[in-house]
């Protein structure tokens, strides 16, 4: 008789529970879901460990799939379509190259972004340089690499005219308009107003003046925008202003820049659908977009080149998070709290997003419903307020999906350092892509007055200044 060694299962009691699947998407409801072992085939568990824990992992193969999914959808629809990567979203150089390889230009709001460009070998004349507070110097340098600079305020509209003539070249300006889409609140911070004719004003001025080339019209009607048909409504004002300008003045704008905002599948809090059924896709965008600009009054025949500043919808899906359990406790009222080793320090969306979070391990049928919190000695630091999820022991270790957008630019280094970020190449070959932070390093900007420190550290031996060491009196 043949002996077979079979590993004894765990014994678990037989329960009867409710079933509490939570929001039901449009396939239906699933009771259980998977745990998240691999990452574009390479194993979770071997990530954590040899680059720690928490660890970011961004995927270059999810990153040019959205892409050319963006790009189809707009290219199919309109003649003439560009990009532009909105460094502010992620602007590690990693990934500011992979869609830059696509063929996307840069977009910019600070001289750190425009100059991070640069190094990257993006042309000056391919990048577009947005935001209220550019400098003098910002200026000239924009003027002097041919950039498109995005006029906010009429005080930068002034200096730009008062700069134009030291350079013996008219600079390439647009202006942002902020208009009423529907979307509340409107953003009417930034740029001119089109309802009350503030951005008809800031043209004419820019034409007149005749030491400036306006180049283009550029709106951002805010953040993850769901209503696809709010871009219609501005799409279709921007071309009405581009119609004005070529009846009054005889010019042909060269480009509409519809900025940001499309929206990824995270799901918001406090939202009742998931946002994988109720963001749009990048078809409906493009479609509201590129049937308002088509069926506008703009000449068929010379059709602006169509701009987007699209960050968020092209990086969000891309970025995996892989945490670890710190501890289990209850709370005063009986809840369940899991800390985990990664906090808001780190996830800043978790403000914005109830985000998907995996147990990396196989785990039981058996769920509770808990509160996540990081590691940090603030109240604040919650990643998920009520989450039903199998239990979780010490060490084990999650995945939050889509993370890619902003959580590495708007990042805190606070109590703890941030971490390593990794790339999974096309290939599943991995690489460091920003090291993680040492003390020695979040060191290295600071000084200590001389009669700050002390005269001998706690191993007894002397601190020196110039090569000498340093005695302190102690009465001063």
Request: with cysteine; charged share 25%; aromatic share 10%.
């Amino acid at each position: 008789m043949e002996n077979y060694n079979m590993e004894k299962l765990n014994f678990e009691r037989p329960i009867i529970r409710k079933i509490n699947t939570g929001i039901s998407n449009k396939f239906g409801m699933k009771t259980e879901f998977e745990p998240i072992k691999h990452i574009d085939n390479v194993g979770v568990k071997g990530l954590a460990a040899e680059y720690g824990s928490p660890v970011f992992v961004l995927s270059e193969k999810t990153m040019r799939r959205t892409f050319n999914d963006a790009k189809r959808a707009f290219d199919t629809r309109y003649p003439k379509v560009q990009f532009s990567w909105s460094y502010k979203t992620n602007y590690l150089n990693a990934v500011c190259n992979v869609f830059h390889s696509e063929g996307s230009w840069a977009e910019v709001v600070s001289r750190f972004e425009y100059d991070k460009a640069i190094a990257n070998g993006v042309p000056g004349n391919k990048i577009i340089f947005n935001g209220p507070d550019k400098t003098d110097d910002d200026l000239n340098t924009a003027i002097k690499n041919d950039s498109f600079i995005h006029i906010d305020h009429f005080d930068e509209l002034y200096k730009l005219i008062e700069l134009a003539p030291k350079h013996h070249k008219k600079p390439k300006v647009a202006i942002r308009v902020n208009m009423d889409t529907g979307i509340y609140p409107m953003w009417d911070r930034f740029g001119f107003n089109y309802e009350n004719g503030e951005a008809w004003e800031a043209i004419s001025k820019i034409i007149i003046s005749n030491k400036l080339e306006f180049t283009g019209l550029h709106t951002h009607i805010g953040t993850f925008i769901l209503s696809a048909s709010a871009y219609a409504i501005a799409a279709s004002k921007l071309a009405e202003l581009a119609v004005r300008i070529k009846l009054k003045f005889h010019k042909d704008i060269s480009y509409i820049d519809m900025g940001g905002g499309f929206a990824s599948s995270n799901t918001l809090k406090g939202s009742y659908l998931m946002g994988i059924d109720t963001s749009p896709s990048f078809d409906d965008y493009a479609e509201a977009i590129t049937t308002a600009l088509i069926n506008s009054d703009i000449d068929p025949d010379n059709m602006p080149l169509l701009i987007l500043e699209t960050g968020r919808a092209l990086i969000d899906d891309a970025g995996s998070l892989i945490g670890s359990v710190v501890a289990n406790k209850k709370l005063s009222d009986g809840r369940k709290a899991t800390i985990m080793d990664f906090g808001v320090n780190l996830l800043f969306t978790s403000f914005w997003y109830d985000h998907k979070i995996t147990p990396a391990q196989d785990f039981s049928h058996h769920s509770e419903t808990t509160t996540l919190y990081g590691p940090l000695c603030m109240n604040i630091d919650q990643i998920r307020e009520s989450i039903s999820l199998p239990p979780l022991k010490r060490g084990d270790l999650v995945v939050v999906s889509k993370v890619g957008a902003y959580n590495m630019t708007q990042w805190m280094q606070f109590i703890m350092m941030r971490p390593k970020v990794v790339l999974i190449d096309k290939k599943g070959e991995v690489h460091i892509i920003r090291h993680n932070e040492t003390r020695e390093f979040v060191e290295s900007l600071e000084e200590v007055p001389l009669h700050l420190k002390k005269a001998k550290d706690v191993n007894g031996n002397k601190h020196k200044h110039n090569g000498k060491p340093v005695e302190i009196d102690s009465k001063n």
